[in-house]
């Protein structure tokens, strides 16, 4: 099997602009032809236009395979987490209730999990992924460490994430404020919180008019 | 004395000794003590034996993992339930007939998957169906006395029907093995074609994993197919070379059995504890999200799941007001709050959506473009 190399996922939800581009670009990965396997969420469709795409993570210590009964989700040697094998899985909804970035989709009428696999049919030989391929904003992006430290100087990829007292790291890295100083996000310090992407970008595109 | 794993692995040899022990007395008392056991199908016997020991220390050790466990427990839990039991073997038959027998799940993933599935899993059944019984002694067919064109059929040693030889249900019963080889043969064909065509199945197909029992089943049935044009066209010309080619190819599939795809012939049936499950947990009562208040999956399996998560060694706990575990947040608050969270480590510590770079980047175009040797349109897909 062909290796991804130094090639990475840089995933900045604040960038996405909500096109749609990746969900249609998703559903044609030839490993899922047809089903969209990103999630483009809406956080509070009524108050906010923010949108985030969500990918999988490919955790290092993936929670959907470990709590899978069928033991039908397997990471490959280069660590991507790969969708549930259609022999094995039961369907039992385990994985989508189990991860913690809500990324598996269960498809009831085939009693099988599908989820996002970094399109291995292009990632495993060297090319994008589909998603990362088409968005025009750079909230999906894909390639290595020292293109996107030259595009985005002020940002910085992290891979840890918290959710209670457990810690996740995850093969796609999210680009976070270099000056913040953090070393992972907090998802669930959002809890009480409000939208705050596209408000915050939109200020900002207004300041400059 | 053993650990963990080690006391596993007892547990999954013992289960595999008693059933291999229960098919070995079954084949002595069956064939009654050996009379009418084929010495010359010796090979078959020993090779089931061992993929018997194999494939319940495997199923064994596979229900000793957590997750597997608890759905196991529940499944048989509630199917015995008093209050759903009747439903539940309505939906059983259902289930059985739809799922199993008809592969309907298979067909909605694509056609000709279900096409190669269908065929290759109701040959085998019916090779299975045949060679077995044959192999351990219980069935053989004996002549009527006074009557050499009658053969009556001996069940357990136990008389059964007789039927003309030379009659069409004589050369359908007597060349089963030959229709179960054609169907075997057109699904890995139809499963070969996908395998071969379908890029997507190219990036994840492995040789072990996925040819590999292909290429067994089509060996297994070219070479029974051999067998039977060499006696019947052929005067049994190499008949001794195919037969023993056949066994190589049947018993080292018996003994890929427990390790490979195959497994799955084993596994799967639990998907219908896990739909018994799925239907009782609904009934019981939902689990709402503790973020948006929403209902989002039965409350019994998001409580199993807590429970599996921490015997697996996960620590989702929190000391979030509200939400005593992560687990009470439904999947799409759990992306939303991603996010949000990102959003406010921008808003707290960079400026905005990183506004700096958006100007450094110099585009009026939104897409900031990487370095690269050829420039090329933003929406090739390459």
């Given at each position: 099997?062909?290796?991804?190399?130094?090639?990475?996922?840089?995933?900045?939800?604040?960038?996405?602009?909500?096109?749609?581009?990746?969900?249609?670009?998703?559903?044609?990965?030839?490993?899922?032809?047809?089903?969209?396997?990103?999630?483009?969420?809406?956080?509070?469709?009524?108050?906010?236009?923010?949108?985030?795409?969500?990918?999988?993570?490919?955790?290092?210590?993936?929670?959907?395979?470990?709590?899978?009964?069928?033991?039908?989700?397997?990471?490959?040697?280069?660590?991507?987490?790969?969708?549930?094998?259609?022999?094995?899985?039961?369907?039992?909804?385990?994985?989508?209730?189990?991860?913690?970035?809500?990324?598996?989709?269960?498809?009831?009428?085939?009693?099988?999990?599908?989820?996002?696999?970094?399109?291995?049919?292009?990632?495993?030989?060297?090319?994008?992924?589909?998603?990362?391929?088409?968005?025009?904003?750079?909230?999906?992006?894909?390639?290595?460490?020292?293109?996107?430290?030259?595009?985005?100087?002020?940002?910085?990829?992290?891979?840890?994430?918290?959710?209670?007292?457990?810690?996740?790291?995850?093969?796609?890295?999210?680009?976070?404020?270099?000056?913040?100083?953090?070393?992972?996000?907090?998802?669930?310090?959002?809890?009480?919180?409000?939208?705050?992407?596209?408000?915050?970008?939109?200020?900002?595109?207004?300041?400059?008019? | 004395?053993?650990?963990?794993?080690?006391?596993?692995?007892?547990?999954?040899?013992?289960?595999?000794?008693?059933?291999?022990?229960?098919?070995?007395?079954?084949?002595?008392?069956?064939?009654?003590?050996?009379?009418?056991?084929?010495?010359?199908?010796?090979?078959?016997?020993?090779?089931?034996?061992?993929?018997?020991?194999?494939?319940?220390?495997?199923?064994?050790?596979?229900?000793?993992?957590?997750?597997?466990?608890?759905?196991?427990?529940?499944?048989?839990?509630?199917?015995?339930?008093?209050?759903?039991?009747?439903?539940?073997?309505?939906?059983?038959?259902?289930?059985?007939?739809?799922?199993?027998?008809?592969?309907?799940?298979?067909?909605?993933?694509?056609?000709?998957?279900?096409?190669a599935h269908f065929f290759i899993m109701w040959g085998c059944i019916l090779a299975f169906a045949i060679t077995f019984p044959l192999v351990?002694?219980?069935?053989?067919?004996?002549?009527?006395?006074?009557?050499?064109?009658?053969?009556?059929?001996?069940?357990?040693?136990?008389?059964?029907?007789?039927?003309?030889?030379?009659?069409?249900?004589?050369v359908l019963i007597f060349h089963g093995l030959v229709w179960s080889a054609f169907m075997v043969i057109a699904g890995v064909m139809?499963?070969?074609?996908?395998?071969?065509?379908?890029?997507?199945?190219?990036?994840?197909?492995?040789?072990?994993?996925?040819?590999?029992?292909?290429?067994l089943l089509f060996a297994i049935s070219i070479t029974g197919l051999l067998l039977t044009?060499?006696?019947?066209?052929?005067?049994?010309?190499?008949?001794?070379?195919?037969?023993?080619?056949h066994?190589?190819t049947v018993?080292?599939t018996?003994?890929?059995?427990?390790?490979?795809?195959?497994?799955?012939i084993?596994?799967?049936?639990?998907?219908?504890?896990?739909?018994?499950?799925?239907?009782?947990?609904?009934?019981?009562?939902?689990?709402?999200?503790?973020?948006?208040?929403?209902?989002?999956?039965?409350?019994?399996?998001?409580?199993?799941?807590?429970?599996?998560?921490?015997?697996?060694?996960?620590?989702?706990?929190?000391?979030?007001?509200?939400?005593?575990?992560?687990?009470?947040?439904?999947?799409?608050?759990?992306?939303?709050?991603?996010?949000?969270?990102?959003?406010?480590?921008?808003?707290?510590?960079?400026?905005?959506?990183?506004?700096?770079?958006?100007?450094?980047?110099?585009?009026?175009?939104?897409?900031?473009?990487?370095?690269?040797?050829?420039?090329?349109?933003?929406?090739?897909?390459?």
């Amino acid at each position: 099997m062909a290796r991804i190399g130094n090639m990475e996922f840089f995933l900045d939800p604040n960038r996405c602009i909500g096109c749609q581009s990746c969900v249609a670009a998703c559903s044609e990965c030839d490993t899922h032809r047809g089903h969209s396997m990103i999630h483009l969420q809406y956080v509070e469709r009524t108050i906010s236009v923010q949108t985030v795409p969500v990918v999988c993570m490919h955790c290092d210590s993936p929670t959907c395979a470990e709590v899978c009964p069928a033991d039908a989700i397997k990471r490959t040697d280069d660590g991507v987490v790969q969708t549930a094998r259609k022999p094995r899985c039961i369907a039992c909804n385990n994985c989508v209730l189990a991860c913690p970035f809500g990324v598996p989709k269960m498809q009831t009428e085939f009693s099988l999990m599908m989820k996002c696999d970094m399109c291995y049919d292009r990632s495993s030989v060297g090319l994008k992924p589909m998603c990362t391929s088409v968005c025009p904003s750079g909230a999906l992006y894909y390639g290595t460490r020292e293109e996107i430290e030259h595009l985005r100087p002020r940002s910085e990829p992290i891979n840890t994430f918290q959710f209670g007292e457990q810690t996740i790291t995850t093969k796609v890295n999210m680009m976070v404020p270099r000056d913040a100083g953090v070393q992972h996000v907090d998802v669930l310090s959002a809890m009480e919180e409000s939208p705050v992407g596209n408000a915050a970008m939109l200020d900002s595109v207004f300041d400059d008019m | 004395m053993f650990g963990r794993v080690g006391s596993e692995r007892v547990v999954g040899a013992a289960w595999g000794t008693l059933f291999t022990s229960i098919l070995a007395i079954l084949i002595v008392v069956g064939s009654r003590n050996l009379q009418h056991f084929d010495a010359a199908l010796v090979g078959y016997t020993f090779a089931v034996l061992f993929a018997t020991f194999a494939i319940t220390y495997r199923y064994a050790m596979w229900l000793l993992r957590p997750p597997t466990k608890r759905y196991w427990n529940r499944g048989w839990q509630l199917f015995f339930s008093r209050r759903y039991f009747a439903t539940n073997v309505v939906n059983w038959f259902r289930r059985v007939t739809a799922d199993f027998a008809l592969n309907r799940f298979i067909f909605k993933r694509n056609q000709s998957r279900g096409m190669a599935h269908f065929f290759i899993m109701w040959g085998c059944i019916l090779a299975f169906a045949i060679t077995f019984p044959l192999v351990f002694g219980w069935i053989h067919f004996e002549t009527l006395p006074g009557d050499l064109n009658s053969y009556r059929t001996f069940v357990f040693g136990f008389a059964t029907t007789s039927f003309k030889i030379h009659s069409a249900v004589a050369v359908l019963i007597f060349h089963g093995l030959v229709w179960s080889a054609f169907m075997v043969i057109a699904g890995v064909m139809l499963a070969m074609r996908r395998r071969m065509l379908d890029h997507g199945a190219a990036a994840l197909q492995r040789f072990a994993e996925d040819f590999l029992p292909l290429v067994l089943l089509f060996a297994i049935s070219i070479t029974g197919l051999l067998l039977t044009a060499s006696y019947t066209w052929m005067q049994g010309y190499g008949y001794d070379f195919l037969a023993l080619l056949h066994a190589i190819t049947v018993i080292f599939t018996l003994l890929y059995l427990p390790f490979g795809k195959f497994f799955h012939i084993f596994q799967r049936p639990a998907q219908l504890g896990v739909s018994f499950y799925k239907d009782v947990a609904a009934k019981e009562g939902m689990a709402a999200c503790r973020r948006c208040q929403q209902e989002f999956a039965p409350l019994l399996q998001i409580n199993d799941l807590i429970e599996v998560e921490r015997e697996l060694g996960y620590r989702y706990e929190t000391d979030t007001p509200g939400v005593e575990h992560y687990q009470r947040i439904c999947p799409a608050c759990r992306r939303s709050m991603l996010g949000i969270a990102q959003g406010e480590l921008w808003r707290n510590g960079g400026l905005g959506v990183g506004g700096g770079e958006w100007e450094k980047s110099n585009h009026l175009s939104p897409t900031p473009h990487p370095p690269r040797p050829t420039p090329h349109s933003p929406i090739r897909i390459d």
